[in-house]
């Protein structure tokens, strides 16, 4: 399954709480009205602590993570670029955010959980960049294989990960990976933080986290709480 994920800064001048508010009430209202849209989570942004890993922070700073799901990469196209709401929502983005990029993902669920789990979990949502000696085929075949290995760690209540296959560093224009370096975007969810935190420090947690380093040029994790507009 294809999902759209927008990274979002708000803009300086804008406090916190109230651009959480215009993005859900206002912004999310306008959104999920876009034509073809199947489902629309949003996360906004808690905490920037990496949280019981060992591993360099990426330059990454956002405030809230989008993510829509259409049947096809057309339908997805089409609602944000040539539909009846699509100038309104570029105008409405210029209001409220800063910065706005967006990567289309492969998503891959790993270990499922249901939204009456979801709403009871806690989420970290980290964007990963590959090594530069390693290729886009090299970071697929070595992060199914890290897939397999999360699955063993204690603790972890569910996980998706997202492969990246198209990036707009400028909503609208595609560019490539030198533009927009994030390679895949890892989706936990844990009972609480001290469940997160045992479970990378378990053996089996180790032993991820070491596989990490032989793929992964870094690692920069959010937590988030997430939201379902549609």
């Given at each position: 399954?294809?999902?759209?994920?927008?990274?979002?800064?708000?803009?300086?001048d804008w406090a916190f709480d109230a651009f959480d508010a215009y993005w859900r009430d206002s912004h999310g209202a306008l959104a999920a009205r876009?034509?073809?849209?199947?489902?629309y989570w949003?996360?906004?942004?808690?905490?920037?602590?990496?949280?019981g890993i060992d591993f360099e922070?990426?330059?990454?700073?956002?405030?809230?993570?989008?993510?829509?799901?259409?049947?096809?990469?057309?339908?997805?196209?089409?609602?944000?670029?040539?539909?009846?709401?699509?100038?309104?929502?570029?105008?409405d983005e210029h209001h409220f955010l800063g910065d706005l990029h967006i990567v289309t993902a492969q998503q891959s669920v790993v270990i499922p959980?249901?939204?009456?789990?979801?709403?009871r979990n806690?989420?970290?949502?980290s964007l990963l960049r590959r090594l530069p000696t390693l290729s886009e085929e090299d970071f697929k075949r070595e992060w199914r294989i890290h897939g397999e290995l999360v699955k063993k760690m204690p603790g972890v209540s569910g996980y998706r990960q997202n492969v990246v296959i198209a990036r707009e560093r400028d909503k609208g224009t595609p560019c490539d990976h030198d533009a927009l370096p994030i390679d895949g975007i890892?989706?936990?969810?844990?009972?609480?933080?001290?469940?997160?935190?045992?479970?990378?420090?378990?053996?089996?947690?180790?032993?991820t986290m070491a596989h990490a380093k032989?793929?992964?040029?870094?690692?920069?994790?959010?937590?988030?709480?997430?939201?379902?507009?549609?």
């Open positions: 399954m294809n999902v759209r994920i927008g990274l979002i800064r708000k803009k300086t876009a034509p073809g849209l199947r489902e949003q996360n906004l942004v808690v905490d920037r602590e990496q949280r922070r990426g330059p990454w700073d956002f405030d809230g993570f989008s993510q829509l799901w259409f049947d096809d990469v057309q339908q997805s196209a089409f609602a944000f670029g040539n539909s009846a709401i699509a100038e309104d929502l570029v105008r959980l249901t939204d009456h789990e979801r709403a806690l989420k970290r949502i890892v989706e936990l969810w844990f009972k609480d933080e001290q469940t997160l935190q045992d479970a990378f420090a378990s053996s089996a947690g180790q032993t032989t793929f992964l040029g870094d690692i920069t994790a959010f937590l988030v709480a997430e939201r379902r507009i549609i």
